[in-house]
């Protein structure tokens, strides 16, 4: 295996939450994650409201300080970089937002907002820093004309191709993608999906990719990671969580999208979860899907499941008792 | 299991909800803006009609002004739900009208429930308006009755509790409880599992197709998901800039369709079963402030390829069954 540009190793955030007037409790939002991401490759972060994923990106981002763990850049503890390095972490690791509308600095020109980071940074002259905002533009299909115009002059999907350019500007080897196409609409989704697509081929780009919704990171995602209530319950290469998903909650997940094919309703085998995602204040003992599994053993209740390799491929892993056979195609 | 295909409405049938070139403006500063701008179409009992669409395209607006509930808009056309014109109705009957006959339920069930009362309250109350000689204690059971048949876990506690106990996919279950006590005849479901995460979308969905069966009800599905579409439609209209394009049953659209707009929504869609290529839309939506004078598709369209027809003359919705407005649909 490559070398990882970004190496995640038992991850935990605890937020503290006051119980009753003396009480002190802990909802454990990530307890326990590891994974890494190789130069040029797109790792998938999904799962649901709740499941930690963001959490982890926000930690990533050094957002927020971890409880334990570690995160590494280019083999760097993050969490002991003195300021020098810390200002070169920032470059090496920029992020996209979800809400265009948000994200943006209203005041300031499309062109400001785009050369920001290279003023912050203190890259360069203005006219050279105008001279990138200029380039960054026609890289992710915008008109240099265009830099003068205020934010609130772009539509939401032209508003996000500013978000990227904005967070290219430093020349970053990861980006952090915090659900970037949901606040847009569908024929507007593709056009932006295709783009960082695009921008991640040429330029060799590393993308954390955290998204709810499967079906976007299918199409941009080599790997993909599922969390489930803090943790990591499957792995792997895009074609063995779509294809050959082993963790009962995968196989839900995949088969509760809806499919846009009236044709195939009903032929579609659903599994409809019972329930909801268990409190992270007290999550349960064994396996944290176990309440609701359709497929779980005694064992399940007791037993916590490790994240262990599938004999399919060995970055392939599942943390399941009883992983769910491959299903024939 | 129910039927898939066509309409569960018995031939004949009238329809439940029958909407003729609405035309909804917004007064604003400016001067209108017509957000919806002649749509028609009909609802049968018993029968899901799916508005598709995207922001601003005018299907939220469509039906929330036709049953009043966008008192800032200016509407014009006919709306008549079960021989009743509703869109000339005094507003006091109009609303009398809300809970009984049209019952709606809304995106966010955290924005649509009041927060400082009891769910079970709330449902009391929808239950008592309409039905004025009940007494609390049967008013009590029968909403304890409906928590139950929209399967909210331990009804009796959760009668008492209030709206932030509840999480989003259990607050949907009460507001479908609150909208189907009544046995509205027209059930209008905007976004309903727009809020929830992927596998309580598919406890819902399910939930409302029971509740669909249930009632009885016409209803109007509102959203901007064809997977949701795919899944509980019987029809589709497809809009576009504030009209529709495209109205057929949903095997016909999906297998068919007979818009490029559709089509190209289509091919735009990334799908959780498939790795083939996006085919994206060009550019966005048209200013509603500037619709073009023909066709408002054509800017972006891979059909029209800049022909003048498209450009002056806006197409009509022709074609029976399946409708389409677009004048080279043959092309297709």
């Known amino acids: ?329 | 299991m129910l039927a898939t295909t066509g309409s569960l409405a018995p031939m004949g049938a009238k329809p439940v909800l029958c909407v003729g070139g609405l035309v909804v403006d917004f007064p604003l500063a400016q001067g209108a803006l017509r957000a919806v701008d002649g749509v028609s179409y009909e609802v049968m009992a018993g029968e899901t009609l799916a508005l598709v669409g995207e922001s601003g395209s005018g299907k939220s607006a469509s039906v929330l002004a036709a049953v009043g509930l966008l008192p800032a808009a200016r509407t014009a056309g006919s709306v008549v739900i079960d021989g009743l014109d509703f869109l000339h109705l005094d507003p006091r009957t109009r609303r009398r009208q809300l809970g009984r006959l049209v019952a709606v339920i809304f995106q966010d069930p955290a924005a649509a429930l009041n927060p400082v009362m009891t769910v079970g309250a709330q449902l009391t109350e929808a239950l008592a308006v309409h039905n004025p000689r009940l007494g609390a204690a049967a008013l009590r059971t029968r909403a304890i009755e409906l928590l139950r048949q929209v399967e909210v876990p331990e009804p009796a506690l959760r009668f008492r509790q209030y709206p932030h106990q509840f999480s989003g996919g259990m607050a949907q279950r009460a507001m479908i409880a609150i909208a189907i006590a009544n046995r509205p005849r027209l059930l209008i479901a905007d976004e309903p599992t727009t809020a929830l995460d992927v596998t309580i979308q598919a406890q819902l969905l399910h939930l409302l197709r029971q509740a669909q069966i249930e009632t009885g009800a016409a209803t109007l599905l509102i959203t901007h998901d064809l997977g949701v579409v795919a899944e509980l439609a019987d029809r589709v209209a497809v809009m576009y800039a504030g009209r529709i394009v495209e109205l057929g049953t949903v095997h016909d659209v999906f297998a068919r369709p007979a818009h490029p707009y559709t089509v190209a929504l289509l091919r735009s869609l990334p799908r959780v079963d498939s790795d083939d290529d996006l085919q994206p839309i060009p550019g966005t939506p048209p200013d509603m402030r500037r619709r073009p004078p023909g066709c408002a598709f054509e800017p972006r369209c891979f059909l029209g390829r800049g022909r003048t027809r498209c450009q002056t003359e806006p197409p009509p919705l022709a074609g029976a069954p399946h409708r389409s407005a677009c004048h080279f649909r043959n092309e297709l």
Not at chain 1, 98 to 110: G, I, K, T
Not at chain 1, 169 to 174: D, E
Not at chain 1, 214 to 221: A, E, F, I, Q, Y
């Open chain 1, 1 to 329: 295996m490559t070398e990882a540009l970004l190496s995640v190793e038992g991850l935990v955030k605890h937020f503290p939450v006051r119980r009753g007037w003396f009480g002190k409790a802990y909802v454990r939002a990530v307890d326990g994650v590891s994974f890494s991401v190789a130069r040029g490759e797109a790792l998938g972060l999904v799962g649901e409201s709740g499941c930690g994923k963001s959490t982890t990106g926000n930690l990533v981002l050094r957002l927020l300080a971890p409880t334990a763990g570690s995160i590494r850049v280019n083999g760097k503890d993050v969490a002991r970089a003195n300021a020098g390095e810390g200002r070169d972490l920032c470059r090496q690791v920029q992020m996209v937002f979800q809400d265009p509308f948000s994200s943006l600095n209203p005041a300031l020109s499309a062109g400001a907002n785009v050369a920001e980071p290279l003023r912050v940074q203190r890259v360069g002259s203005r006219a050279s820093r105008r001279q990138r905002a200029a380039e960054l533009f026609g890289q992710v299909g915008l008109r240099p004309d265009q830099l003068d115009r205020r934010p609130a002059e772009f539509s939401g999907g032209q508003r996000q191709r500013i978000g990227i350019a904005r967070a290219l500007a430093l020349n970053p080897t990861l980006l952090l993608l915090d659900e970037p196409v949901s606040s847009l609409d569908v024929s507007v989704q593709a056009q932006v999906l295709n783009l960082l697509r695009r921008l991640q081929r040429e330029l060799g780009l590393a993308y954390l990719f955290i998204s709810h919704d499967l079906s976007v990171v299918r199409h941009v995602c080599d790997r993909v990671a599922v969390m489930y209530a803090g943790r990591i319950v499957e792995i792997g290469a895009r074609d063995a969580i779509f294809r050959r998903a082993r963790h009962p909650y995968t196989r839900a997940l995949l088969s509760a999208v809806p499919l846009p094919d009236p044709a195939r309703r009903g032929e579609k085998e659903r599994i409809v979860l019972r329930g909801e995602m268990p409190s992270l204040l007290d999550p349960p003992r064994g396996c944290r899907f176990a309440p609701r599994c359709f497929q779980a053993q005694p064992e399940c209740r007791t037993h916590d499941p490790e994240l262990l390799p599938m004999e399919d491929n060995a970055g392939h892993r599942a943390a399941c008792l009883f992983p769910m056979p491959v299903a024939p195609h």
